[in-house]
């Protein structure tokens, strides 16, 4: 994908979750057990579906829960791309938000 089409996807992607996108940020994954059963159903979605990505993620487009957990801080954060680089995800993201995929 290219810079200009990354950032295109990365615009569409914010207006979904400014206009109110619900997504599912509960439950947080507590071990690798619901972790993976995650991915998996990732895996289900067809590639293309953007939306479905977002939700069963928990996308939301702020930093999230008391320790204001943001994408910049994930392992899968690629800084110089602003992109999350976990296969079943595989988007431009902006730093400040956040999905309950997220980890350190």
């Known amino acids: 994908m290219r810079r200009d089409e990354e950032d295109q996807l990365r615009a569409k992607i914010a207006r979904m979750l ?3 996108l619900e ?6 994954p507590e071990n690798d057990r619901q972790f993976g059963e995650l991915l998996a ?3 289900e979605l067809p590639a293309d579906d953007l ?3 977002l939700v ?7 930093p999230y829960g008391e320790d204001k957990m943001r994408c910049q801080e994930c392992m899968y954060y690629l800084v ?5 680089d976990l ?18």
Do not use: M, Q, S, Y
């Open 23 to 28: 997504t599912r940020t509960e439950p947080f």
């Open 56 to 62: 069963l993620a928990g996308f939301v487009d702020h």
């Open 18 to 20: 400014a206009d109110g």
């Open 51 to 53: 939306k479905g990505k």
């Open 41 to 43: 159903a990732l895996r």
């Open 80 to 84: 110089h791309r602003k992109w999350c």
């Open 87 to 104: 296969p079943e995800l595989n988007l431009p993201v902006e730093p400040d938000w956040w999905c309950r995929l997220w980890r350190i």
